[in-house]
């Protein structure tokens, strides 16, 4: 039975991150910036691979995608959260819990997996250079993504089914700054064992699966390395990857260490500030990481900023120079 068919509850409101006041306004302009870093960043690195033909191989495709779901589910909890810094009562109707709720497992499901499919695809280039082209072609590539997001669809309908099983009998105080399952359970009049055991099960295979996938990938990443002979092919190897480590340990380790325990361990209060790791740092670092370190990217970067500074005719010649 649908929870909102039993439920007196219309709307919740969100408690968000603190209720000091002194703290509200730099709180705010402080995940402000965060939240404008996120989005100039991640639209930026989509514009500069869309831009730039070199950038259109398997590995910047997955990276297009990621910053598309770092823009997306960030934009999904951020502004949201910044209302409840300037707002005595930000409340959010039942309904857009629920869909904020499913958004936002939606993108977080498949973040997890578009990094494994970026961990796989460092392991072809790594250890099958010779078969890089024939693996990752663009059939395989587009089976990769539609696996991401139709894990991110299922997982996403998973989550929400089970939240919509809780009904809410007056309580609607969260104890968070967006809808998520603990804080809802919290509130909950007919949560159960089973709920918890279900969204623990659900969390565990949404990292789980993708947790594996990786650890095999630079398994047989970190062999082929060892057996290269050289010290400039093994720092050449290790530097294609660190971007992505990097990435992987911020996103897996914040998401394990908020869901993966029971909810007794960590108070609601101090689980908001785990979360808040890959839900606005995660998403903001992300295109920093991968451009900072990335000498593909910066060229490109250059490139897009030279073409801006160009007068049409010098962009002609320089198209027609590309052309030849």
């Known amino acids: ?30 995940f402000l910036g965060f939240y404008v870093v996120t989005m100039v960043g991640n639209l ?9 033909s070199h950038l259109h191989i398997p590995m910047y495709l997955f ?15 951020v502004p949201k959260m910044l209302m409840s810094f300037v707002l005595k009562k930000n409340v959010i109707s039942y309904t857009g819990c629920i869909t904020q709720f499913f958004f936002f497992g939606f993108f977080v499901i498949s973040e997890s997996f578009i990094l494994s499919a970026m961990a796989y695809d460092r392991y072809v280039a790594i250890c099958k250079p010779l078969l890089y082209t024939v693996t990752m072609s663009p059939q395989v590539c587009l089976f990769l993504l539609l696996g991401v997001y139709g894990m ?24 968070h700054y967006m809808c998520d399952f603990l804080p809802l359970l919290e509130v909950s009049c007919n949560s159960s064992y089973m709920n918890i055991v279900v969204v623990f099960i659900l969390v565990a295979s949404d990292i789980g699966v993708p947790i594996v996938t990786i650890f095999l990938s630079y398994g047989f990443i970190l062999s082929s390395i060892f057996n290269i002979s050289s010290t400039e092919g093994r720092s050449k190897a290790f530097s294609t990857c660190s971007s992505h480590i990097i990435a992987l340990s911020l996103f897996f380790g914040s998401a394990a260490f908020a869901y993966l325990k029971p909810p007794s361990i960590i108070p609601l209060d101090q689980d908001k500030v785990c979360s808040l790791f890959y839900t606005t740092v995660v ?7 991968y451009s900072l370190r990335n000498k593909d990217v910066k060229l490109a970067m250059k490139k897009t900023l030279g073409r801006i500074t160009l007068s049409p005719m010098e962009l002609q010649i320089e198209k027609r120079d590309e052309n030849f």
């Open 1 to 30: 039975m649908a929870a909102h068919n039993t439920s007196s509850v219309i709307e919740f409101i969100l408690a968000g991150l603190t209720d000091q006041p002194g703290l509200q306004l730099p709180l705010f302009f402080l």
């Open 283 to 289: 998403p903001m670092l992300n295109p920093l990481i």
């Open 44 to 52: 930026g690195l989509i514009i500069l691979i869309v831009l730039n």
């Open 152 to 175: 991110g669809i299922l997982g996403a309908i998973a989550h929400t089914v089970n939240t919509l099983f809780l009904t809410f009998c007056g309580e609607n105080l969260l104890n």
């Open 63 to 77: 990276l297009f995608n990621l910053s598309f779901i770092d823009f997306s589910y960030s934009s999904t909890i």
